[in-house]
């Protein structure tokens, strides 16, 4: 199985920039389609970005409008989440995923579709 950690979160005035890693150990992120989720406290978990295991297809959230970009290094065994122009209603707990689906160009955006979790990093984003 796969061990995902996340990194990057902090906090960040509106309009400002942070950059989320997602480190992955124990098998390569080139088995697995990944997913950006956040949790916002007393809302459900909401899909923020996904890509393909080669990283060739991406799929994001409509809040997102071109603000995230999601990209992964499989030599590094990382995914990244650029996030530009943020805004306080940003602000939650941001976790990475991996899909073990045999599929090399689906992104699911349902998170029950996804098995390996991340622990999550807090991103807060003041007004």
């Known amino acids: 199985q796969v061990q995902l950690v996340e990194s990057g979160g902090g906090l960040v005035q509106a309009g400002g920039s942070l950059s989320l890693s997602c480190a992955a150990s124990?098998?390569?992120?080139?088995?697995?389609?990944m997913g950006w989720f956040r949790q916002a406290p007393g809302k459900e978990r909401e899909f923020v970005a996904g890509?393909?295991?080669?990283?060739?297809?991406?799929k994001y959230a409509d809040f997102v409008e071109g603000r995230f970009t999601i990209s992964k290094d499989n030599s590094k065994n990382t995914m990244y989440l650029q996030m530009n122009s943020l805004k306080p209603e940003d602000t939650a707990v941001y976790s990475c995923?991996?899909?073990?689906?045999?599929?090399?160009?689906?992104?699911?955006?349902?998170?029950?579709?996804?098995?390996?979790w991340g622990q999550g990093t807090q991103v807060t984003v003041s007004s």
């Open positions: 890509i393909t295991r080669s990283g060739g297809r991406t």
């Open positions: 124990g098998r390569t992120i080139s088995r697995y389609a």
């Open positions: 995923a991996a899909d073990t689906q045999d599929s090399i160009w689906y992104i699911a955006s349902n998170a029950a579709e996804y098995e390996y």
